[in-house]
């Protein structure tokens, strides 16, 4: 099921939570969106559900707009963070609920919902547990058995928001492997939600970064990373530093220390300079080097992190070299940036 979201805009008493925000999503993609706390994420998420209505612009499901449908006609199914299981259910019983209520006229017969039931639970690797009731899960499988009652309905959609929030980082990883399989194998259109960068960059095939209501760019996790759009994109995915800098006619100055023709086609004025801690390599003191006093070097994975202190403003630019790099004693080191971006200052 394709979606559109056209101008999509929602206030919250007055106060705008989302701003006119458009998005098209392919049938069978796997998107994530991704923003701090307060970007908007939930609040698209729940407007795509049918859980919140827009104060003005469209979702369309194909070629349907949508936007006045109630969850159940728009047949989604999603799971949040804390989406408890019904208590006082067996795992069964949870998974053939969506099924249950719906009304004579569209319920299957009971032999089909138990064999429906059975069928999901193997998809999510848990046969066998039906008759468990939810306290008896561990997170991880209980999230799982969310997932197996929000495939029930048979979604067109499936809606995701935190979904492996609350879980300790190991078996979110193993759960974020897993349900990028389970999508290959199922296809449907799915939308999570997330805050954390690794997981949208890890599970999905494109990801929406929001920022204060609006979406500051929508790409291939590569695309977001190599490319970002924007100076808070960049500071948001992956390491980064930033230096004031200062553009004239393209040539970078830091202070009044050029670094080179560095910013072809950007207005002159003061600039952002975004860097990544694997972008720079140590360099004797030269023309084009950025130069400072080392402040801090700590040993991180592989790698060996500096933190350097440029310029006069007392800024930290965090560099990694492999960590067989001998430093030298003096205080003072230059690094030749590799890879950079550039944004106007604002
Ligand atoms: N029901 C609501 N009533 C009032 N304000 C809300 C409501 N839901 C969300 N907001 C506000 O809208 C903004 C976006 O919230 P939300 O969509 O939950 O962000 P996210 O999921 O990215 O953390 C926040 O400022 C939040 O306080
Ligand atoms: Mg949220």
């Not at 925000?21 to 609040?43: F, R």
């Not at 449907?188 to 494109?206: G, L, N, P, Y």
């Not at 965090?318 to 960590?323: H, K, L, S, Y």
């Amino acid at each position: 099921m394709d979606i559109s979201i056209r101008r999509l805009r929602k206030e919250f008493d007055r106060y705008p939570a989302l701003h006119g925000v458009s998005l098209d999503i392919a049938s069978g993609e796997l998107l994530a969106l991704l923003g701090p706390s307060g970007s908007g994420k939930t609040t698209l998420l729940r407007l795509i559900a049918g859980l919140e209505f827009p104060t003005s612009g469209a979702v369309f499901f194909g070629a349907e707009d949508a936007s006045q449908k109630s969850v159940r006609e728009r047949n989604v199914g999603f799971v949040f963070q804390h989406y408890a299981l019904f208590r006082h259910m067996s795992v069964a019983d949870n998974i053939a609920f969506g099924l249950r209520v719906r009304d004579r006229a569209t319920r299957p017969p009971e032999d089909v919902i138990r064999r429906r039931a059975a069928e999901l639970l193997e998809l999510v690797q848990l046969p066998q547990i039906g008759n468990r009731f939810p306290h008896q899960l561990s997170g991880g499988q209980r999230q799982r058995v969310a997932l197996a009652r929000a495939l029930a309905i048979e979604p067109q959609v499936l809606l995701l928001d935190e979904p492996f929030g609350a879980l300790d980082a190991k078996v979110r990883k193993e759960l974020r492997r897993w349900l990028r399989e389970l999508h290959e194998r199922t296809g449907h259109t799915t939308v999570f939600v997330t805050h954390d960068q690794e997981e949208a960059m890890e599970m999905s095939d494109r990801v929406v970064v929001m920022g204060q209501g609006r979406i500051e760019q929508v790409g291939a996790p590569d695309e977001i990373y190599d490319r970002p759009a924007s100076a808070f994109v960049h500071g948001f995915i992956g390491d980064s530093s930033a230096l004031s800098v200062t553009v004239d006619r393209g040539e970078v100055f830091l202070g009044r220390r050029s670094l080179g023709p560095l910013a072809a086609g950007l207005p002159d004025g003061p600039a952002r300079m975004l860097l990544r801690p694997h972008d720079l390599e140590l360099t004797a003191q030269s023309a084009g080097a950025i130069a400072g006093r080392i402040a801090a070097v700590r040993r991180h994975g592989g790698a060996r992190m500096i933190e350097l202190e440029v310029g006069d403003k007392g800024e930290r630019l965090e560099v990694a070299v492999p960590a067989s790099t001998p430093i030298c004693p003096e205080p003072v080191q230059a690094f030749r940036p590799l890879r950079w971006q550039i944004y106007p200052a604002g």
